[in-house]
Structures are given as C-alpha cells and as structure tokens.
Nanobody
C-alpha cells in the first residue's frame, strides 16, 4: 500500500527558513509528478509548487523566488525549501503524488499534512 509521509513542519519567525519533506513508501513503478499544497484556516487548499518527472517545476506566484521544490536522491522523495517566510505562509502543508503503480495505471495520493506556523 502506498503512503506519503511528511515531516519538517514547525514554528518559525518571519524571515526564517524551513524545509519540509515527503517520502513515498510502497511499491510503485514511477512518478508522474509530486507537489506541495497548503491550506490556511478558513481558506481553500491551494497549489504551492509541483515538480514533474521531467524535472520541470512550477510555483504559485505568492512563493516564487522564496520556495524551492526538489527531489531527493531517494526514489520519490520531495522537499520544499521555504525561505523568507511570511506570516501569510502559515498553513497545513500537504504532499501530493501522482504515481504510476504499474504501466497504464496512475493514482493520486495525499500525505497527512504538516503544520507550518510563521509568527513572531
């Protein structure tokens, strides 16, 4: 059974940095894309960043130049490096993976979420 396990959230002050990680466990064939979403209290979940199997990345306008999504050396691990954090970045951050389980069959998975709080 495929699972996504996130780690690295926490409380930081404005201007500081934080890195969150997402590791995939279980048997998969390959990865189509992995992404980070976030959901602040009272708001809809929004896409923060995505990295595709080609290595191409996309970012929400609100985080461009501050956040970097990358894949780790371990298969199907993704990181989100967050710099110059602002109070408005406070949210639960969710990892999403679109995985190919076997050729011709893809499914989307979500992690449990990790809290990031930016406050002085």
């Amino acid at each position: 059974q495929v699972q996504l396990v996130e780690s690295g959230g926490g409380l930081v002050q404005p201007g500081e940095s934080l890195r969150v990680s997402c590791a995939t466990s279980g048997s998969i064939f390959t990865m189509n894309a992995m992404a980070w979403y976030r959901q602040a209290p009272g708001k809809q979940r929004e896409l923060v960043a995505v990295i595709r199997n080609t290595g191409t990345t996309e970012y929400a306008d609100s985080v461009k130049g501050r956040f970097t999504i990358s894949r780790g050396n371990a298969k199907n691990t993704v990181y989100l490096q967050m710099n110059s954090l602002k109070p408005e970045d406070t949210a639960v951050y969710y990892c999403n993976a679109n995985l190919v389980l076997v050729p011709g069959r893809s499914e989307s998975y979500w992690g449990q979420g990790t809290q990031v709080t930016v406050s002085s």
